[in-house]
Structure formats: structure tokens, C-alpha cells
Nanobody, 120 residues
Framework: QVQLVESGGGLVQDGGSLRLSCADSGSISGINVMGWYRQSPGKQRELVASSDNGGNTNTAESVKGRFTISRDNVKNTVYLQMNNLKPEDTAVYYC??????????????WGQGTQVTVSS
């Protein structure tokens, strides 16, 4: 069973930085993709960044050049370094992990979410 525990959110001023962490406390092996979504009030959940277990990453255009995703496959932990934060980055950030199943599909697990607030 995958249990994702997030940390690192908080309040920061415009232009500041935060680092989010998401660790799997369930000690499961073989996680494929780990990444981050975010959701702000009145908006759909948006994919921010993802990383597969081969080191390939994907980052949304809205955060490219400011956010960097990284991953420790041994610790089953994914990080999101957020620099030059803007008020429009304010949202609840959710990490996720895709785990392969016996039927060759993936099961998606979610963290509890962590609030990031950027003040102007």
C-alpha cells in the first residue's frame, strides 16, 4: 500500500522559494511516475510536473524555468523546488504516484495536499 506524506508548504512572499517533499511511507517498490498537481479555488486541478523512474521529467509551461522536480527512487520521494513564486502559484499542491498493477494498468495514489500561499 502506498501512503504519500507531503511536507514543505506554507506562506511566502512574491519572488520567494519553497521546496515541497512527498515521501511514500508504505515502502512499496516499483513506483512508476511520481509528480505534482495543484488546485486553486474555482479552477481545475492542473498538472505541475512529473518524473518517471527513468529520470524523464515533464513540467507545465506555466512554471517552466521556476519549478524543478526531482526524485529519489531509493527513498520513493519526490521533490518540487519552487523558485520565483508568484501569487498565481497559490494553490493546494497534491503529489501522486502511479504504481503498476498485475493487469498492466496503473493505480494512482494521492497525498493529502499541502497549501502554498504566495502574498503580493
Amino acid at each position: 500500500q502506498v501512503q504519500l506524506v507531503e511536507s514543505g508548504g506554507g506562506l511566502v512572499q512574491d519572488g520567494g522559494s519553497l521546496r515541497l517533499s512527498c515521501a511514500d511511507s508504505g515502502s512499496i517498490s516499483g513506483i512508476n511516475v511520481m509528480g505534482w498537481y495543484r488546485q486553486s479555488p474555482g479552477k481545475q486541478r492542473e498538472l505541475v510536473a512529473s518524473s518517471d523512474n527513468g529520470g524523464n521529467t515533464n513540467t507545465a509551461e506555466s512554471v517552466k524555468g521556476r519549478f524543478t522536480i526531482s526524485r529519489d527512487n531509493v527513498k520513493n520521494t519526490v521533490y518540487l523546488q519552487m523558485n520565483n513564486l508568484k501569487p498565481e502559484d497559490t494553490a493546494v499542491y497534491y503529489c501522486y504516484a502511479d504504481v503498476p498493477r498485475a493487469d498492466l494498468r496503473f493505480e494512482r495514489y494521492w497525498g493529502q495536499g499541502t497549501q502554498v500561499t504566495v502574498s503580493s
